[in-house]
């Protein structure tokens, strides 16, 4: 058995649910509008351009998960999953899962955005593990903080390898599945390295180190 390992976002997904959801957020009255709009826009071309200050996005993001209660967030969610998320689950990305657990690989799922985010994502693609941004908790209320190390970047690598010494796995023979030349320390990590509809950089990067090319689009 080999690990086969996932980023979600623009990979399994053909959009990116963190942007989405704040989006969806403007959409519900959450969030101010054009100040909300204008910090999501600028930091999402902040990670596309590998210039993201996590932390400081993350200061963002996680607000609205402290301002409201779990009950509004539940129901959100639900509709969110409806709306924005459903119609850009890829099927050839459900294929690929599909095939991977067919030949008894175990599947993760690693991501930058948070869990209260994905782990719905994650449950609905029939994805058991899941490595995400951790949304501290205090007396059943999101308190706007972050647990531990973003799995962002190199953060992704430190959490991945903390995940491994507690299951006991290695990635020997493993594969990454991803979008994105922020995952690259993750990407040189793995056995089988393969871009999934990549962005510029990381395509030229695949090129030049022969790894496999995938779209999951079309």
Known sequence: MSLAIFDLDNTLLDLDSDHAWGEF?????????????????????????????????LALALKPLAKNTPEQLAAWHQQFMASKIEPHILTRGEELLARHRAKGDRLLIITATNRFITGPIAERLGVDDLIAVEPEVDAGRYTGRVVGTPSFREGKVTRLETWLAEEDATLDGAWFYSDSHNDLPLLERVDHPVAVDPDDTLRETATQRGWRILSLRG
């Open 25 to 57: 957020l403007i959409e519900q009255g959450a969030v101010d509008e054009t100040t909300y709009r204008n910090a999501n826009e600028r930091f999402y071309q902040d990670y596309q351009s590998g210039q993201l200050d996590i932390m400081a996005y």
